[in-house]
């Protein structure tokens, strides 16, 4: 395995679960739970004749950047897509559980200066959502994530990182959506059905799934960017995701929400001007929406480096 | 002879379900919802038993016209997020009220999915039901006792927004045709190259990926199968009444999403997750100091 340092330059999109976990938090601070040797895998796959993974493709843990403790959970996408099944569901869960729990272990310890010590959760997402394999229970797993963002919700930041091959998709598309702050590279996707649903729907002239620029544009960090979905857009390296968390982890909890897309009355009466404008604009494709909201020739955008690319493009404005 | 089901029929069940003649569609209160927004949502609010409810149902007959993806009651992006409003502004109608006293909510569920079409993810369809689930979730922590009450679909992420944040999920018997799954079992034998008679054989032992309400009820998913249509009513005022009390009691573990876990433990359903739970909790407690 890469070193620190090594892992810092990185490709984000090349890295596996365990890279990124360990590169996002500072150096040797990463202490895994549950790790492979703990043999937690799930017990399902084996009586469908399935292999398994030892740690059942997501890697959990602690880490530190500066005085307070982050929670990281990470997803393998070589591993049955980054499914989230029984076992991988519940240490999905836990782990925020784990980070509610510290918060008031650091308030009784640290009673003055507690929110400088604030936990933070982080989840570097790349998954289809739901194991199908054991599919009720990756179900129940991801209502009970759900239930417990909610429970964190102006207590500990969660923050999500898109950037990886399989994007973040189903269910955890919801999950996502539901986190506090949402940090993706242009090579991230993020959204709920998959292309070969949407085409089977639609039909091939609507929706061509083999096309594959066209479908990197509905889901892609540039698009959700400029639609404001997307946080922040970062370069396709681990340290530029974990500098950016740095940045996040600091800011007061009132700042944080102005972050959130959903979660409140306010938010989702935005959300329905979002749809009205869509209605206006009746998209064929992203590029219109870049369009409607005042980028010039705005498939110009796509060939630009990020560099040229975050000078130029002109983003939603929130009202 | 004619399959009984009540696929289809959520407005049916809304009158089955409330006090006669209660129902007045949308309107929460005194705040009026556009009656062009999201009609394949039906919001509302009625009584049970006198006590004044909201009702959250799918209606599986009508199409939206401005999204061509939304019918038979698909959960479209306007959908997920009038479903949210009116959880919000039912929330919002019982500030004041101490917890036991919050109105109930109640969501008859009968939806095969979420709008899965361009414009939504262009837009984002995970923003809409994932706003709904999250608004759902913030009700039942202020003490709204939240009953799902499965009539006919409740299919995958359409059930994780409408009916798996409740505190209480009831469903009709199978009996009646009724739906609860990710994946029919012909795709799992697609995807595991497992034929469906070797399926079928090994889901009497293992809930974990066959379609049915049986099947969540073992695995702590759905609390209880109501039998009879007819008996939704007294089941779904006796189930608001005992989440009443168990908030009064600070009993919220025995709730949603974390109370179903406990509960597909003891149903023997899903054994794995409290293993996860309690190494977890060992090995943070191992290392935690070093953190803090």
């Not at chain 1, 399902?44 to 403790?69: C, N, Q, S, Y």
């Amino acid at each position: 395995m890469l070193n620190w340092e090594e892992l810092q330059e990185s490709s984000f999109l090349e890295s596996n679960a365990r890279e990124r976990a360990k590169g996002l938090v500072d150096k040797g601070s990463f202490v895994e739970l549950l790790n492979p040797r703990d043999r937690f895998h799930s017990p399902h796959l084996p009586v469908l004749g399935e292999a398994i993974a030892l740690d059942d493709g997501i890697v959990v843990g602690i880490g530190k950047i500066g005085i307070r403790p982050v929670f990281v959970i990470s997803q393998e996408g070589r591993f049955i897509g980054g499914s989230l099944g029984e076992v991988s569901g519940a240490k999905m869960a836990y782990t925020i559980k784990l980070g509610l729990e510290t918060l008031e272990r650091i308030k009784e310890k640290y009673p003055e200066s507690w929110e400088e010590r604030r936990p933070t959760v982080v989840i570097s997402f790349e998954t289809g959502g739901v194991r199908l394999h054991e599919a009720n229970a990756g179900l129940l797993a991801h209502a009970e994530v759900m239930d417990i963002i909610q429970d964190a919700r102006k207590k500990i930041p969660i923050i999500s990182l898109i950037g990886s091959k399989l994007g973040c998709f189903g269910g955890m598309g919801f999950v996502a959506a539901a986190t506090d702050v949402i940090i993706m590279s242009e090579f991230g996707r993020l959204g709920l059905t998959g292309p070969e649903v949407i085409e089977q729907e639609m039909g091939k002239d609507e929706f061509d799934a083999s096309n594959r620029a066209m479908v990197y544009r509905t889901t892609g960090g540039r698009h959700k960017y400029i639609l404001g979905d997307s946080n922040y857009l970062v370069q396709d390296k681990i340290n530029a995701f974990r500098e950016k968390i740095q940045e996040v982890v600091h800011l007061p909890f009132d700042q944080i929400e102005q972050y959130r897309r959903i979660g409140s009355l306010q938010n989702v009466l935005q959300q329905m001007e979002l749809i009205n404008e869509a209605l206006e604009i009746n998209p064929n494709d992203a590029i219109d929406v870049w369009g409607f909201y005042g980028n010039e020739n705005p498939e110009t955008l796509l060939d630009l480096s990020f560099d040229q690319f975050m000078q130029k493009a002109v983003r939603r404005e929130i009202r | 002879m004619e399959m009984e089901t009540m696929i289809g029929r959520g407005r049916d069940a809304i009158e089955m379900i409330v006090d006669v003649d209660s129902f007045q569609e949308g309107l929460i209160d005194d705040k009026e919802f556009d009656p062009e927004l999201g009609p394949g949502a039906v919001i509302g609010t009625a009584s049970i038993k006198g006590s004044t409810v909201t009702v959250i149902a799918n209606d599986a007959m009508v199409m939206n016209p401005k999204f061509r993806v939304v019918y038979s009651g698909i959960i479209g992006l306007e959908e997920g997020y009038k479903m949210a409003l009116a959880v919000y502004h039912t929330m919002e109608k019982d500030r004041q009220k101490a917890v036991g006293e919050k109105r109930a909510i109640v969501l008859i569920v009968d939806t095969p999915g979420n709008g899965p079409g361009k414009v939504e993810e262009i837009v984002g369809m995970n923003k809409s039901t994932g706003a709904y689930q999250l608004a759902l979730a913030e009700a039942r922590k202020e003490g709204h006792p939240i009953i799902a009450m499965v009539i006919g679909r409740a299919i995958s992420g359409a059930f994780l927004c409408h009916g798996l944040q409740a505190d209480r999920i009831l469903s009709l018997s199978s009996k009646y045709q009724t739906m609860i799954h990710v994946m029919p079992l012909t795709s799992i034998a697609r995807i595991t190259k497992l034929d469906i008679e070797r399926l079928e054989e090994l889901s009497k032992e293992n809930p974990v990926f066959a379609a049915g309400p049986e099947f969540f009820y073992k695995l702590g998913g759905v609390d209880e199968i109501i039998n009879t249509p007819e008996e939704m009513k007294a089941s779904i005022d006796q189930h608001i009444n005992e989440v009443h009390e168990l908030k009064i009691n600070n009993q919220c573990d025995q709730l949603g999403p974390w109370g179903h876990g406990n509960l597909g433990l003891e149903r023997e359903g899903r054994k794995a997750r409290i293993h996860v739970i309690e190494k977890m909790e060992s090995e943070y407690l191992e290392v935690i100091d070093q953190f803090l």
